[in-house]
């Protein structure tokens, strides 16, 4: 009986969860009439993290599969001269001899792409019960540009009396009257002391929407990879094809 591959993942606290995905699917006895991924039972599996891996460097052998999940320190010196066997919708895995590395881009998945993803995560099987959100980005000035193309509106002007005009030293209008006026100016001095505020307020929610959507998506983009991996690239990268 053939010895069992000594394969090492290594994760940060970031990727552990994909690292720790793959590791199942590297011990599931999966195979029925042809092997699906790996063959059951011929690759040993363990997940260090990076700092594990570099304690024990100098102990390392050839021999010994290494790979890296995500964007640590540690993966991107190793994965800087490695070929890229796979590279679709910011998601890549690859190697060279006996490292490898499986890693995401962040922000790589969007409202333009994401059908492709779909169709990706139907060709693996993989389903996540339910839509993703992906924002729509808002520039700062939509609401400017919103007001400014609105009608012009009517506005009563009141005169000042003569003794407050003389008080504030300010000229004193002589009749009462309608005069046009732009609603976007109007607005933008009425509401000048709380619009930095205004402004910053809603920065801040877009950002922390985008946050929480890049999240989700990197999620599913890091799951589905660590299952293409398994089952198309693992075999070629431990030899076994």
């Known amino acids: 009986m053939p010895l069992k591959k000594k394969l090492i993942i290594v994760s940060d606290d970031d990727t552990k969860k994909y690292a720790t995905y793959l590791m199942q699917l590297i011990s599931s006895k999966d195979d029925c009439e042809e092997i699906v991924g790996i063959k059951d039972g011929s690759v040993d599996a363990t997940i260090w993290s990076e700092k594990q891996y570099l304690d024990s460097l100098g102990t390392l052998t050839t021999s010994t599969y290494v790979l890296f999940v995500g964007n640590g320190k540690a993966a991107k010196l190793a994965r800087e001269n490695m070929q890229h066997e796979f590279d679709e919708l910011g998601m890549h895995y690859g190697w060279l001899g006996t490292q490898g590395c499986m890693y995401v881009d962040d922000a790589s998945l969007n409202r333009d792409n994401y059908p492709e993803f779909e169709a990706l995560c139907d060709k693996y099987g993989k389903e996540f019960g339910g839509a993703i959100a992906l924002l729509e980005s808002k520039t700062a000035d939509d609401d400017e540009a919103?007001?400014?193309a609105s009608p012009a509106a009517e506005v009563i002007v009141e005169p000042v009396p003569d003794d407050q005009a003389e008080e504030a030293d300010e000229p004193n209008a002589e009749h009462k009257g309608l005069v046009r006026v732009d609603?976007?100016?109007?607005?933008?001095?009425?509401?000048?002391?709380?619009?930095?505020v205004a402004r910053v307020a809603d920065r801040a929610t877009v950002r922390v929407g985008a946050l929480v959507s890049s999240r989700e998506a990197r999620d599913r983009q890091y799951t589905v990879l660590a299952l293409v991996m398994y089952r198309d690239g693992l075999s070629r990268f431990l030899g076994e094809k």
């Not at 609603?183 to 930095?196: L, Q, S, W």
């Open 146 to 148: 919103q007001a400014a």
């Open 183 to 196: 609603p976007g100016a109007f607005a933008r001095k009425a509401i000048a002391p709380f619009k930095a």
